[in-house]
């Protein structure tokens, strides 16, 4: 019997090590977004490819994958309602950890549930009935076989798959950089008008105007150009003098002090104002010693 050489029994076993550790090419990655992108789900390959997320997926040994992608109007309200960092968490619960085709997915028992990405966190599969949709966290899979590759399938969603707890939002434990980022502000920054569905918890949003009678927010003033802050508006005598922002509807006007005469019976009209040249009402024309 001739004996085996040496050189070729290290090279299959090499061989066999790299094979069994390979992970998801970047051809392949590459293929299934740009079929996500012909089919009108731009947004999240966009996400991907500029977040770390990308660089897990090509990195991660014996890795397979199903991506349940959200359309692109969902993810874009999530990315203007939500930190970057939820945001991202958001886009690795829609990656499932196992590669299963059509045929696979659709004899799934109903509530199988699918490991994802986000660690900890899962997809449960379901079918809608009446009907041919498969589910996957209640948002149905409107778009099959987008692409199918030998270690990744893609598929269409036809919204965004919601957090199902809020304490899946803010666990800092189940990802590495939550305890890099406790409490992160939101990227809204118009604070009276803030998202109607906004994913970050109350203490987050940005605060509401107070429901006191009486009180209305003026315009932006033309000293600063922007509006008052919420906390100027609602801050009244305790803290000092009122905000010249306010308007106080039971409060008179503040006039100059009169040197003659006796004063205006009540409902007489009040006398006219003066010229822009000797201010006599500090309150309404905004006063710099008044402002600080």
């Known amino acids: 019997m001739a004996k085996r050489n040496p050189a070729f029994l290290l090279l299959l076993a090499l061989t066999a090590l790299f094979?069994?550790?390979?992970?998801?090419?970047?051809?392949?990655?590459?293929?299934?977004?740009?079929?996500?992108?012909?089919?009108?789900?731009?947004?999240?390959?966009?996400?991907?490819?500029?977040s770390d997320i990308r660089f897990e997926l090509l990195h991660?040994?014996?890795?397979t994958y199903t991506l349940f992608a959200p359309t692109d109007a969902?993810?874009?309200?999530?990315?203007?309602?939500?930190?970057?960092?939820l945001y991202v968490r958001s886009l690795r619960r829609h990656?499932?950890?196992?590669?299963?085709?059509?045929?696979?997915?659709?004899?799934?028992?109903?509530?199988?549930?699918l490991p994802t990405l986000l660690p900890q966190r899962s997809l449960r599969i379901s079918r809608r009935l009446p009907g041919p949709f498969i589910t996957a966290d209640d948002v149905d899979v409107v778009l099959?076989?987008?692409?199918?590759?030998?270690d990744l399938v893609a598929y269409g969603l036809g919204g965004i798959i919601p957090p199902r707890h809020p304490t899946d939002l803010f666990l800092s434990g189940s990802h590495p950089r939550s305890t890099d980022l406790p409490n992160p502000p939101s990227r809204s920054n118009d604070w009276s008008s803030p998202p109607s569905r906004s994913a970050d918890p109350p203490e987050l949003r940005p605060p509401a105007t107070h429901p006191v009678p009486g009180i209305d927010l003026l315009a932006p003033s033309p000293l600063n150009g922007s509006s008052p802050s919420p906390s100027d508006a609602i801050?009244?005598?305790?803290?000092?003098?009122?905000?010249?922002?306010?308007?106080?509807?039971?409060?008179?006007?503040?006039?100059?002090?009169?040197?003659?005469?006796?004063?205006?019976?009540?409902?007489?009209s009040?006398?006219?104002?003066?010229?822009?040249?000797?201010?006599?009402?500090?309150?309404?024309?905004g006063s710099p010693e008044l402002l600080h």
């Open 95 to 113: 990656i499932a950890l196992r590669r299963l085709p059509n045929h696979l997915l659709s004899v799934l028992p109903p509530g199988y549930r």
């Open 60 to 63: 991660i040994p014996n890795g």
């Open 235 to 268: 801050e009244t005598g305790t803290h000092g003098a009122p905000s010249p922002a306010l308007v106080l509807e039971d409060q008179p006007p503040i006039s100059a002090p009169v040197q003659t005469g006796t004063p205006s019976p009540a409902g007489m």
């Open 74 to 85: 969902a993810l874009f309200a999530l990315d203007m309602a939500s930190p970057a960092w």
């Open 144 to 150: 099959p076989a987008v692409f199918h590759g030998p």
């Open 19 to 50: 094979t069994v550790a390979a992970a998801l090419s970047e051809p392949e990655l590459d293929a299934a977004l740009s079929a996500l992108n012909a089919r009108g789900y731009t947004l999240f390959g966009k996400a991907i490819t500029a």
């Open 270 to 285: 009040s006398p006219a104002p003066a010229p822009a040249s000797t201010p006599t009402n500090p309150w309404l024309l």
